[in-house]
């Protein structure tokens, strides 16, 4: 179960949540941590010690959960330009000192424009990937939160945290409801080989999750 530190929760909408705004900011937030330089290049390849890269992705699925849109640092928008990439950081630190850790600006954002999505988008995954394959909880420190333009979070990942073999993670998905967006936390570690294929593997679970049990008819 993944630990929030805004509010110990697994499933509630935004407002619910304190949200107040329509534009939200997936974002990353993390210390650089750089390889033990005292180790040869062989070593550090080995031990898979190399520079820490981190990215964020936001998959868009229709009511069927079929993909409709994968925002990634190969795409930094989706054709409406609804969910916006603001860029891939590559090391954790080279945007500068007022993106590095504990600093006022996040590493790397996504910003999810609600109110501009197509509306035949329902759902939306939240998904966090190591790209060079190093653990999440490698870093000196780190975090990854969702929150509105107005500063309000509704939840906050700690990659210190995370299992050990955790280079990707479903975080969380959106859905939409009738005046509201529901935010269900997964914390689900993926095994998956790529990006593409993880919007794959989790359209097929939110498929599952449309499935109502006959028991419950």
Wanted: charged letters at 25%; hydrophobic letters at 40%.
């Amino acid at each position: 179960m993944l630990e929030a530190k805004i509010k110990p929760v697994m499933s509630d909408s935004l407002s619910g949540l304190g949200l107040t705004s329509d534009i939200l900011l997936f974002a990353l937030n993390y210390d650089f941590t750089p390889p033990d330089k005292k180790k040869s290049i062989l070593q550090r390849l080995k031990e898979n010690q190399g520079g820490i890269d981190l990215d964020l992705s936001c998959v868009l699925y229709d009511d069927a959960c079929l993909i409709q849109d994968i925002v990634w640092f190969k795409e930094l928008r989706d054709k409406a330009e609804a969910v916006r990439h603001q860029g891939d950081s590559l090391t954790g630190k080279d945007r500068g000192f007022e993106a590095m850790y504990h600093a006022p600006l996040d590493q790397e954002q996504i910003r999810i424009y609600l109110s501009k999505l197509p509306a035949n988008i329902s759902k939306i995954a939240l998904i966090a990937s190591s790209y060079f394959g190093q653990d999440f909880n490698q870093v000196n420190a780190g975090e990854i939160h969702l929150s509105d333009d107005e500063g309000n979070r509704a939840f906050t990942l700690d990659l210190k945290t995370l299992a050990k073999g955790c280079k990707m993670i479903w975080v969380a998905q959106l859905e939409k409801q009738i005046d509201d967006w529901q935010l269900t936390m997964q914390n689900l570690t993926l095994t998956n080989k790529d990006i593409p294929e993880a919007a794959q593997f989790v359209g097929r679970e939110l498929t599952r999750a449309l499935v109502v049990p006959s028991s419950q008819l």
